[in-house]
């Protein structure tokens, strides 16, 4: 893997801020944008395959009943993920998206075979679902040889225990967000770190409301990389920099992509 400007830029569900998330359009777009890699989500399909959609069920990017786990990768692979996001963003509408389909995991690493991404998959699994979806996962990442280009992530602290026992070379992060009624202290924030390195992941992963210089450098000296997410706002750029954060997760690639080179140039 070839040497990238720091923070690493990484389209969440892809540049899903212009495109419908989770889709190979909005991949290609964040790819086309420049992004250093892709966030996006897996689930098992009811035949046991790994498919990319956020939601467990399919109300929300494909306006219809339906339970992701219920429905076999076939079946999934034939639904619109396109035409929701036409109607709520109609400033980006485009005629193409309607086209876009539930990918599988699969698509989405032969999209982006040669292409030098970071692929951050996210693992959405119930309890009993950990085991064969990091199962189903690793097996594509060896079956694609793309070890060195993917980083495991969930906030199902077990899943990512399972990828590190099925292959310990496949770097994962350990995801953390705020509780909702819960406030923000310092005890929470420096269990996080506590937590990442119990189940022997590589990065600590936090939503932007939990990051702080001092947890940035418990984390730094406990040997963990961090990754911030869901990031618009370019002046996380220089706040990044000053403390040296691997990668912000963001919407909207091209914007913050366009704060870096502003700020390298100077």
């Keep these: 893997m070839t040497l990238r400007t720091r923070p690493l830029i990484i389209g969440h569900r892809g540049s899903s801020a212009v495109a419908p998330e989770n889709t190979l359009a909005s991949f290609k777009r ?3 944008d420049g ?29 219809r009943a339906g339970i992701v786990s219920e429905l076999t990768a076939a079946e999934l692979g034939q639904i619109d993920v396109g035409s929701w996001f036409n109607e709520k963003h109609p400033q980006h509408a485009r005629p193409e998206y309607p086209q876009e389909t ?19 998959v996210e693992m959405k699994c119930e309890p009993d679902q950990a085991r064969p979806l990091a199962a189903a996962v690793t097996q594509l990442i060896d079956e694609y040889s793309i070890a060195e280009h ?4 969930s906030f199902d602290l077990s899943a990512i225990a399972e990828i590190k026992r099925l292959e ?3 770097r994962t992060a350990a995801l953390f967000e705020p509780q909702l009624g819960r406030p923000i202290t310092w005890v929470r924030r420096s269990k996080t770190v506590t937590m990442t390195k119990q189940v022997e992941a590589d990065e600590l992963a936090l939503h932007h409301s939990l990051v702080t210089k001092r947890l940035v450098s418990m984390a ?3 040997g963990l990389l961090l990754v911030t997410w869901t990031v618009d706002d370019p002046s996380w750029i220089e706040y990044a920099v000053k403390l040296d954060i691997k990668a912000l997760i963001t919407n909207n690639p091209s914007i913050l992509l366009a704060e870096r080179a502003r700020l390298a140039a100077v």
């Excluded at 993917?150 to 992530?153: A, F, K, N, R, T």
């Design 30 to 32: 964040a790819i086309k």
């Design 35 to 63: 992004a250093d890699g892709l966030e996006f989500d897996v689930r098992l399909s009811r035949d046991g395959k790994p498919v990319v959609i956020h939601d467990s069920t399919l109300h929300r990017t494909a306006n």
């Design 102 to 120: 539930l990918p599988s995991l699969a698509q989405v690493f032969e999209l982006t075979r040669g292409a030098n991404q970071i692929l951050y």
């Design 150 to 153: 993917v980083v495991i992530e």
């Design 168 to 170: 310990p070379a496949i």
């Design 220 to 222: 730094r000296d406990a």
